[in-house]
């Protein structure tokens, strides 16, 4: 159990019988971006929408999934990894708005650099909205630096491709790199 500013959690293991677990944190995570101007209307049956659910079942049958659970063994975190280019790559992190500004997200982080150097790297990738005060600056403050797009290997770029043709303000999707 970790505690973190008033809220304990258990970071575990994501099993890939919880999907719908990881499906509602996100959504609800989302919830803050149309505020923003950023309006997510892609449904579930989506190509976009399969294919990231895809990657999180594939995290979890891999162990790369972490799952943040309060005290009542609610989920109100998680964080999914893949491998892009050879190196690890954060897929995703989302933390339920009433759990957020606790330090779930740093747990999170924190236990995907882990991961990373687990894995032999010494850096960890991630691909995010440049523009957005929860997202750059929140992953700049964590030692992640903005990496221009020809600095990335195929596979990221691939990545950020596939975001910018389905997701809303692609000229923001930006790619970062943490040196572990």
Do not use: K
Request: charged share 25%; glycine share 8%; proline share 4%.
């Amino acid at each position: 159990m970790q505690e973190s500013q008033n809220l304990a959690v258990e970071l575990r293991l994501a099993r890939t019988d919880e999907l719908e677990v990881l499906q509602s944190i996100d959504d609800d995570a989302s919830g803050l971006y149309p505020a923003h101007g950023i309006v997510l209307d892609l449904d579930r049956n989506h190509p976009f929408c399969q294919a990231e659910r895809a990657r999180w079942s594939r995290a979890a049958e891999l162990g790369r999934a972490f799952l943040a659970l309060d005290a009542a063994a609610r989920g109100v975190g998680f964080a999914t990894l893949d491998l892009l280019d050879g190196v690890p790559y954060l897929d995703q992190l989302s933390v339920r708005q009433s759990a957020m500004r606790r330090g779930i997200g740093r747990a999170l982080l924190s236990r995907a650099a882990e991961w990373a150097r687990a894995a032999g790297s010494s850096e960890l990738w991630l691909t995010t909205y440049g523009h957005l005060p929860f997202n750059r600056p929140y992953y700049e403050r964590h030692g992640y630096e903005l990496v221009h797009e020809a600095a990335c290997g195929p596979g990221l770029r691939h990545h950020l491709a596939e975001q910018r043709r389905h997701l809303p303000d692609p000229d923001q999707r930006v790619a970062m790199r943490r040196r572990l």
